[in-house]
C-alpha cells in the first residue's frame, strides 16, 4: 500500500493562492495515477485533477481548469496542487489520492481543510 500525507491548507482570501502538498510512500511511484479530489460539508467528493506519474499526463476537472495546476517531484516523491484565484466555493478538503495505473482503487490520504474567506 501507498501511504499519504497532504500538507498546505489553511486561510487564505478569495483572489489568493495555495499550494497543496502530497508526500508518498511505501511503494513506488512511477506506475501511479496520483488525484486530487475534495469534499465540502453535505456535498459529495469532487475530482479536482490527476498526474499519470510515468508520463507526466494531467486533467482537470473543467471548473479547475486555468486556475489549478497538478505537478510532481519524483525525487521527493511528492506531488503538488498549485490553487490560484481561489473562491469561497473552493473552500473544502482536499485529498490526495492514489491508484495503480491499471488499477480502480484508490488509496487516500487524510485530507487538509482549505478556506477561502470573502
Known amino acids: 500500500q501507498v501511504q499519504l500525507v497532504e500538507s498546505g491548507g489553511g486561510l487564505v482570501q478569495a483572489g489568493g493562492s495555495l499550494r497543496l502538498s502530497c508526500a508518498a510512500s511505501g511503494r513506488t511511484f512511477s506506475s501511479y495515477v496520483m488525484g486530487w479530489f475534495r469534499q465540502a460539508p453535505g456535498k459529495e467528493r469532487e475530482f479536482v485533477a490527476r498526474?499519470?506519474?510515468?508520463?507526466?499526463?494531467?486533467s482537470y476537472a473543467d471548473s479547475m481548469k486555468g486556475r489549478f495546476t497538478i505537478s510532481g517531484d519524483k525525487a521527493k516523491n511528492t506531488v503538488y496542487l498549485q490553487m490560484n484565484s481561489l473562491k469561497p466555493e473552493d473552500t473544502a478538503v482536499y485529498y490526495c489520492?492514489?491508484?495503480?495505473?491499471?488499477?480502480?482503487?484508490?488509496?487516500w490520504g487524510q485530507g487538509t481543510q482549505v478556506t477561502v474567506s470573502s
Open positions: 489520492a492514489a491508484r495503480a495505473l491499471y488499477g480502480n482503487i484508490w488509496d
Open positions: 498526474i499519470t506519474w510515468s508520463s507526466g499526463s494531467t
